[in-house]
């Protein structure tokens, strides 16, 4: 029986040594010189060790998950109080970035443990349904739409005609559709513009 465990496990030796005695079968030796009953007999006796191994495994997982729900709960515990403070101090510092005085470059300021700051998310075009912006490109911007097909290389090296088409993949790549929203400035169904935002950030920088 392993150290380990108190779980009563014999070794592969008792096992072997037990059969021996009840079957008269050495199977150290090999399995050959028994007949089937004895092999059946045999194949049994592992099978209920396998189920008796299972049963104690299921046991540890249960202890296991039980013991790590205690564990998070302390841990948790300790843990969210810091992160309400953490937060508080975060907010502290992004506020006084709001109202500090930073470069025309570096919207920033470093100071002894870190650095607090701007930052500015250019308005932006934002997809909100896929198959609205598909059925406007189709008809008002064919050049903005990717056909994906799969064809063996014979029939690839031809021009592709309406019959492929009715079976290629169709989706506006977003790169180009931003591309060209910026250059024409139009509405397009099943987008929306999102507005410039400014946002202020605190960003420790720990000396260990």
Not at 71 to 91: G, I, S, V
Not at 163 to 186: C, I, M, N, Q, W
Not at 194 to 208: G, K
Request: charged share 30%.
């Amino acid at each position: 029986m392993s150290a380990d465990t108190d779980f009563a496990l014999p070794t592969a030796d008792e096992e072997n040594t037990e059969l021996a005695q009840v079957l008269g079968v050495d199977i150290a030796g090999g399995l050959d010189s028994a007949d089937q009953a004895q092999r059946d007999a045999i194949a049994s006796y592992h099978l209920q060790g396998i189920c008796t191994i299972d049963a104690e495994l299921a046991r540890y997982q249960a202890a296991y998950v039980n013991e790590k729900k205690l564990l998070d709960a302390r841990y948790e515990k300790l843990m969210t109080p810091l992160r309400t403070r953490r937060l508080e101090k975060e907010a502290i510092v992004k506020l006084i970035a709001s109202i500090s005085e930073f470069g025309k470059k570096a919207r920033s300021r470093a100071v002894a443990w870190g650095r607090f700051g701007a930052k500015t998310t250019p308005e932006h075009l934002e997809v909100v349904d896929e198959s609205a912006v598909l059925k406007w490109a189709e008809t008002s911007a064919p050049h903005l739409v990717r056909a994906t097909v799969q064809l063996p290389l014979d029939k690839a090296r031809a021009l592709l005609d309406e019959g492929t088409l009715a079976h290629a993949k169709l989706d506006v790549p977003r790169t180009g559709l931003k591309e060209y929203f910026g250059e024409s400035g139009e509405e397009i169904p099943g987008t929306g513009v999102v507005p410039a935002t400014e946002e202020f950030y605190a960003r420790p920088e720990s000396l260990v």
